[in-house]
């Protein structure tokens, strides 16, 4: 009798992995086909539709000011963590100053965005999904449908205006409130020089890291917006199915913002190889 060849792959299960597969696939190019036409719609809304002025500031204060303690906080701890990490790495090769171009041109093309999207995505996408999820268990977007007013437009278009304008404006908070705190924990602290620091600051971290980090952020606010309201309209099953929603809003918003990170990031690193050939 020959021996199993450990390699092989029994019929069955190959089949099970197989269709665990096709079944993925045909989810994500679902989602994504969704979350194309709800964003076709809400572009639509926000042309056509001229949104209330009172929806939209509330939706502002909701989605920005609310969340401004947290990511000044996480912005601060952010920065003196990055300080503590460079600094005892480059005290050892005796290249402190070098400090200030690592922790500024790592939070403001970097760590700031990407974070910032995170903890949004945890506080605001989580509400936006719980919000919508409860009005659709309570048959409150079909009530505004009997009424002819469009549910897109109504709710979904002003929360996605707000996160896309003020995740940008959230996310530069946190950079310079990080920034601050790690030049106070180098410079106040560990006395590293404060001319080099901000010298070599200015001299590695450019105008166009910037740009790129905060032009992430439209993207991000777009995604996270996006995705939880699409999970809030299509809650089913009551308070249960409220909670599934919140998670998979929270949860595939993350991943997003984490993948288009990846991709933006190659895409601006070819930009500026291309404007900038010798």
Same mark, same amino acid.
């Given at each position: 009798?020959?021996?199993?060849?450990?390699?092989?792959?029994?019929?069955?299960?190959?089949? !099970? +992995?197989?269709?665990?597969?096709? &079944? %993925?696939?045909?989810?994500?190019?679902?989602?994504?086909?969704?979350?194309?036409?709800?964003?076709?719609?809400?572009? #639509?809304?926000?042309?056509?539709? #001229?949104?209330? #002025?009172? +929806?939209?500031?509330?939706?502002?204060?909701?989605? =920005?000011?609310?969340?401004?303690?947290?990511?000044?906080?996480?912005?601060?701890?952010?920065?003196?963590?990055?300080?503590?990490?460079?600094?005892?790495?480059?005290?050892?090769? &005796?290249?402190? $100053?070098?400090?200030?171009?690592? %922790?500024?041109?790592?939070?403001?093309?970097?760590?700031?965005?990407?974070?910032? /999207?995170?903890?949004?995505?945890? *506080? +605001?996408?989580?509400?936006? @999904? /719980?919000?919508?999820?409860?009005?659709?268990?309570?048959?409150?977007?079909?009530?505004? &449908?009997?009424?002819?007013?469009?549910? %897109?437009?109504?709710? +979904?278009?002003?929360?996605?205006?707000?996160?896309?304008?003020?995740?940008?404006?959230?996310? @530069?908070?946190?950079?310079?409130? !990080?920034?601050?705190?790690?030049?106070?924990?180098?410079? =106040?602290?560990?006395?590293?020089?404060?001319? =080099?620091?901000?010298?070599?600051?200015?001299?590695?971290?450019?105008?166009?890291?910037?740009?790129?980090?905060?032009?992430?952020?439209?993207?991000? !606010?777009?995604? %996270?917006?996006?995705?939880?309201? *699409?999970?809030?309209?299509?809650?089913?099953?009551?308070?249960?199915?409220? !909670?599934?929603?919140?998670?998979?809003?929270? $949860?595939?918003?993350?991943?997003? $913002?984490?993948?288009?990170?990846?991709?933006?990031?190659?895409?601006?690193?070819?930009?500026?190889?291309?404007?900038?050939?010798?």
């Amino acid at each position: 009798m020959e021996p199993a060849n450990p390699f092989t792959f029994p019929p069955g299960k190959a089949v !099970g +992995v197989t269709a665990g597969i096709g &079944r %993925i696939t045909i989810q994500t190019f679902s989602h994504i086909g969704d979350l194309s036409i709800l964003a076709f719609q809400v572009a #639509r809304a926000l042309v056509r539709d #001229r949104q209330r #002025r009172s +929806v939209v500031l509330t939706q502002l204060y909701h989605i =920005g000011y609310l969340s401004l303690p947290v990511v000044l906080i996480f912005g601060m701890f952010l920065g003196l963590v990055m300080a503590v990490q460079c600094y005892v790495t480059l005290v050892k090769f &005796r290249a402190e $100053v070098m400090c200030g171009p690592m %922790i500024n041109y790592s939070l403001v093309s970097q760590l700031a965005p990407a974070f910032t /999207a995170l903890i949004f995505a945890g *506080r +605001v996408g989580s509400n936006l @999904a /719980a919000e919508l999820g409860t009005m659709q268990i309570t048959e409150q977007i079909n009530a505004l &449908r009997v009424m002819g007013t469009n549910p %897109i437009a109504h709710l +979904v278009a002003p929360r996605v205006l707000a996160s896309v304008l003020l995740l940008p404006l959230l996310t @530069a908070l946190a950079s310079l409130v !990080g920034i601050i705190a790690a030049a106070v924990m180098c410079i =106040g602290i560990w006395q590293v020089d404060a001319g =080099g620091y901000w010298f070599q600051s200015m001299k590695f971290v450019t105008t166009w890291d910037i740009l790129c980090g905060l032009a992430k952020t439209f993207f991000f !606010g777009a995604i %996270i917006a996006l995705v939880s309201c *699409r999970q809030g309209l299509a809650t089913q099953g009551g308070a249960t199915g409220v !909670g599934q929603s919140v998670t998979r809003a929270v $949860v595939e918003a993350s991943l997003l $913002v984490m993948v288009v990170n990846f991709v933006l990031t190659l895409v601006f690193n070819k930009l500026w190889a291309l404007t900038h050939v010798a």
